[in-house]
């Protein structure tokens, strides 16, 4: 069935390090993705999106990469600082379907200072 | 409003009571999603609305599950006779658009945590 899936579930680094966190997909009908941020007790926050068509996108300190040949998506933040620990979702959405958006089960980051 | 807005933010309920989730949308948006997130998880899509269009139901798990958006702005989620399963946290989102254009920014409410004891 489709999914959408982090390789890793924790990952903990010191402050001023980069930061890459994996996802892993399934649906090759997917033709964009997102990533987000939540932080406890808050609603996810949009960090950056992809369309299939591109396999890199640049943000403020974050850049999303996508291989559509072994379906992965990677977001990775550089210098990552203590504001930047949360939990990161991917999310793929399909055409004319992009309401109903799959999320993945979300990486725990952690940045000690 | 200037963000999305959900009441209440938490709601104790026993099993077998009815809820009911409100969901204040950002003014102009016609796009408004449920989703369901459970300790530990991600998220889940319940529901999606969009404009006039009927809504996508295809993600409430039970009959006991219902939504409705009225004058295409307020959206109410409401959940029948209570399970202990129906604990999680309730996100509604919103956007100007989601259906066939991507692209196009869902902003997240901060949710409702839902414990049915």
């Known amino acids: 069935g489709e999914s959408v899936g982090l390789h890793l579930p924790t990952l903990s680094v010191q402050e001023g390090d980069n930061s890459i966190i994996n996802c892993a997909y399934s649906n090759s009908a997917s033709d964009y993705f997102i990533w987000y941020k939540q932080e406890s007790g808050k609603g996810p926050q949009f960090i950056i999106d992809i369309r299939s068509n591109m396999d890199k996108r640049q943000g403020q300190r974050v850049t999303v990469l996508l291989n559509k040949t072994v379906k992965h998506l990677s977001l990775q933040i550089a210098a990552t600082q203590p504001g930047d620990s949360a939990v990161y979702f991917c999310?793929?959405?399909?055409?004319?379907?992009?309401?109903?958006?799959?999320f993945g089960q979300g990486t725990i980051l952690t940045v000690h200072p | 409003g200037a963000g999305v807005s959900q009441s209440p933010s938490n709601k104790v309920t026993e099993k077998g009571k009815d809820v009911e989730l409100r969901c204040d949308p950002i003014?102009?948006?016609?796009?408004l999603y449920w989703y369901r997130q459970s300790l530990g998880q991600g998220l889940e899509f319940l529901i999606y609305f969009q404009g006039n269009s009927a809504p996508d139901k295809s993600g409430l798990p039970s009959d006991r599950f219902s939504a409705e958006r009225t004058g295409g702005s307020v959206s109410t989620l409401t959940i029948q006779r209570t399970q202990q399963e129906d604990s999680a946290v309730y996100l509604c989102?919103?956007?100007?658009?989601?259906?066939?254009?991507?692209?196009?920014?869902?902003?997240f409410g901060q949710g409702t945590r839902l414990t049915v004891v």
């Open positions: 999310a793929e959405g399909r055409p004319n379907l992009y309401g109903k958006l799959t």
């Open positions: 003014s102009g948006h016609t796009a």
């Open positions: 989102a919103s956007s100007l658009d989601r259906g066939r254009e991507m692209n196009t920014e869902a902003f």
